[in-house]
């Protein structure tokens, strides 16, 4: 059972701040008359949220989105998509959180932007579609939005719930309006099918998407379960200018090994990290992963979580990369 909390994060006159806010994401406000009741659908951040603000905890694979093959049947996990199909993306909403006791009616937005570990809002955001007027009931209801997947296969997804009463506070950076707003999702999922002896790769983003000019932060590898380091192996390809950053900050770090000009593997399972790259704000910056499992990987299952945090240690964002052995 959700737990109750009177407080009121923030008090709304319906029509005018969510013709503001829809307006300015692209979808067309309906006039609405103010509710009386006050109501707080949330998105998950993790499995323990129960829609809090600010959340605690991971915050960038909410298990409230899903990307999947159908439109009618939920996915165990995500499927991998291909640029040019159809796939649908599955939100579930909850109701109520602990700020309010209404019933629900609405507007889900999802967005998409390139995989990475950050992104600024709106700006580095690409609108894929919504739902209006959506009634939410008390419990969960699941929202299926089509998406025709553009050119490229990796991606990371963002759900907005926009209602009368229940509109979020944003600003630039993504990881703070996921962790400050619990109708906010953040979707950094990444299925990897893998074949024995056969690097997979898969391009990701760093960057910094904070208002300061210019932050300092790492790169930090962590595979919970059972390791993907050593039933096969992990590298990463900084690429010339990050691996000039990294340089130029010391070469520091802790879990990997250089194997290239500018490509590091990571060999330490439980923790590898890459220290003290420069950002400057909104900018993102292209490096490259490299999976390739060994024998002993084969029918094995793995995650491994790719995870950005700046020089207070403070979680940026990040991406969870899920490897099972491709289907024959």
Not at 225 to 246: H, V, Y
């Amino acid at each position: 059972m959700i737990s109750r909390n009177p407080r009121r994060r923030r008090t709304l006159l319906a029509s005018a701040v969510l013709a503001a806010a829809t307006l300015f994401a692209g979808v067309a406000p309906a006039v609405q008359a103010a509710p009386e009741a006050r109501s707080d659908v949330f998105i998950r951040d993790n499995t323990s949220d129960v829609g809090f603000e600010p959340s605690t905890g991971s915050l960038y694979s909410s298990p409230d989105i899903r990307v999947c093959f159908s439109a009618t049947v939920l996915c165990a996990t995500d499927d991998p998509i291909v640029q040019g199909s159809t796939a649908y993306i599955h939100v579930t909403l909850n109701n109520p959180g602990p700020y309010g006791d209404g019933l629900e009616k609405g507007t889900l937005q999802v967005y998409y932007t390139k995989q990475g570990t950050v992104a600024q809002w709106s700006s580095q955001w690409n609108y894929i579609g919504s739902a209006t007027n959506v009634s939410v009931p008390y419990g969960t209801k699941r929202v299926v939005i089509p998406w025709k997947v553009p050119i490229g296969s990796h991606f990371c997804l963002l759900a907005r719930w926009l209602s009368p009463t229940d509109l979020p506070t944003e600003g630039l950076s993504t990881s703070t309006n996921a962790r400050k707003n619990n109708n906010i999702g953040w979707h950094n999922v990444n299925a990897v099918p893998f074949k024995i002896k056969i690097p997979v790769l898969r391009p990701i983003v760093f960057g910094w998407d904070g208002p300061d000019p210019t932050a300092v932060g790492d790169i930090v590898f962590t595979q919970p379960g059972r390791p993907f380091t050593g039933p096969g192996r992990i590298t990463i390809d900084l690429g010339p200018d990050l691996a000039a950053r990294w340089r130029a900050g010391g070469a520091k770090g802790e879990g990997i090994e250089r194997v290239g000009e500018t490509e590091l593997a990571i060999v330490n399972p439980q923790q590898a990290r890459i220290s003290g790259l420069t950002f400057k704000s909104g900018e993102q910056v292209d490096a490259r992963l490299s999976f390739t499992a060994g024998d002993e990987a084969a029918g094995g299952q793995y995650t491994v979580h790719v995870t950005q945090v700046d020089q207070h240690g403070e979680e940026v964002g990040g991406v969870e990369y899920r490897l099972t052995e491709a289907r024959q």
